[in-house]
């Protein structure tokens, strides 16, 4: 169903090799996957296109003969972003079966008329169906694109398990569906920090906003915040299989450590000319302006105008009424984000940039919202676009758990002003100049 007001858009002797169904929880996470098709053919350190230089022509190399001994050839270490891959992998069969195997048992009209939408006007309730699929026709393409970088890479994809859901209705599918897409969220951000290459980890950013976007919308139609905290949490493979290992039915390899001992040091941690504290004052600068943003429009607007911006007017009273509060949340997460920030930066002895003087152009409460859905979007791709450039692994385990909020909150934006909330299988990051370029059209001289 298309809304008209939208466009197109082993075995028990053998427990150490095998996972059984409640030891599944490594299998699901992930953090690097997707976007994959910029890693195509780019095999790191155990691939390359070019031959050595060392390497010996057939007329060059003498036959061996009964005496020699031919010298062992040792493998090459497999890539280690795989095991990552394989772990992300492994999520992303589980989403793409659960959409898969649901859309396929529920019609259209029966999603839209579950129990737990019943408090919802029209317009939501024409949405589910439609987001639904998007959702997991965005799972079906993280599969295939993991799936052939890992084979880029010189690895074995993992195949796809035996599931049950566990859902009877279409209410509980729903709820179903929120908590696998919050606890891939958490997984994405718990294991973004293994991820070596920057090829894979700027599609893990990706990714891991698109789940998050996702997460939001299963949060609203289920009736809960979109967005609950103001920093995303980061699950670890023994949190994850807490909730994943009750939906796997068959046996399920064992996942790799993500990452183990003597592995190369990760890409993002190279020198380069920007240092942790200019990127943590390019966010700050985002985010003096976000703050700034919702501290003046929220004074500015009442509850009632809000409620009644005529963006919204094809929405019913339920949604209507949690938008007030829904955007002081949003408001609450940016200026602790500004305090969190600005901390850091003095910690790491720097000197945070100070807020500018802004005017947003916005007059009344539709263009407000039109503008919040602008900044929140623009937020979501500055911070992929900076994941691999943030060498302090706290600072970088911080700034992925902040881009997942920032996709949350664009995710609900893009939904009140009738636009997908998740309009890309993966998001696409900007440069630090692309997004300042954007930033500065609402910065004034004093």
Request: hydrophobic content about 40%; glycine content about 8%.
């Amino acid at each position: 169903m298309t809304d008209p007001r939208r466009g197109s858009n082993e075995t028990d002797d053998a427990p150490t090799d095998r996972l059984s169904r409640r030891r599944f929880g490594g299998a699901l996470a992930a953090a690097g996957a997707v976007g994959i098709a910029g890693c195509s053919g780019n095999g790191g350190d155990t691939a390359t296109d070019e031959p050595t230089e060392a390497m010996d022509t057939p007329t060059d190399t003498p036959m061996q003969t009964e005496t020699e001994t031919a010298e062992p050839t040792e493998e090459a270490p497999p890539n280690p972003d795989v095991d990552v891959l394989n772990y992300a992998l492994t999520l992303e069969h589980l989403e793409n079966a659960f959409y898969r195997e649901g859309l396929a048992e529920f019609s259209d009209d029966e999603i839209m008329m579950a129990d737990s939408l019943s408090k919802f006007g029209e317009a939501v309730r024409m949405d589910v169906p439609e987001f639904l699929a998007v959702a997991g026709e965005h799972e079906a393409a993280h599969v295939d694109a993991i799936s052939a970088t890992i084979e880029d890479l010189g690895g074995t994809p993992v195949e796809e398990a035996e599931y049950d859901f566990g859902y009877s209705n279409p209410s509980e599918f729903l709820a179903t569906a929120q908590a696998l897409e919050n606890t891939g969220v958490a997984a994405y951000t718990g294991a973004a920090a293994a991820i070596k290459q920057n090829a894979v980890l700027g599609a893990a950013a990706g990714i891991q906003s698109v789940e998050a976007r996702h997460a939001s919308f299963l949060n609203l139609v289920n009736g809960d915040s979109p967005f609950p905290n103001g920093v995303e949490e980061a699950a670890s493979v023994d949190e994850v299989l807490e909730i994943a290992g009750n939906f796997i039915t068959s046996d399920v390899a064992s996942p790799a450590p993500l990452d183990g001992e003597d592995e190369p040091t990760a890409d993002r941690k190279a020198e380069n000319d920007v240092s942790d504290v200019d990127v943590l004052n390019y966010a700050l600068t985002l985010e003096h302006l976000e703050n700034a943003f919702y501290r003046d429009g929220l004074a500015e607007f009442s509850d009632d105008e809000l409620m009644n911006a005529s963006v919204l007017s094809d929405y019913g009273e339920e949604l209507r009424m949690g938008v007030p509060g829904h955007l002081e949340t949003v408001g609450a997460h940016e200026a602790a984000h500004v305090s969190a920030i600005a901390d850091t930066v003095e910690q790491l002895g720097g000197t945070p940039v100070e807020e500018a003087n802004y005017d947003f152009g916005y007059t009344n409460p539709s263009e407000f919202l039109g503008v919040a859905r602008a900044l929140e979007n623009t937020g979501v791709s500055a911070y992929a676009g900076q994941a691999g450039t943030v060498a302090n692994d706290a600072v970088f385990g911080a700034a992925v758990g902040i881009h997942a909020v920032e996709a949350r909150h664009a995710s609900f934006l893009n939904e009140l002003n009738v636009e997908s909330p998740f309009p890309m299988a993966v998001d696409e990051p900007r440069t630090m100049e692309e997004v300042i370029e954007i930033a500065g059209q609402f910065i004034v001289e004093e």
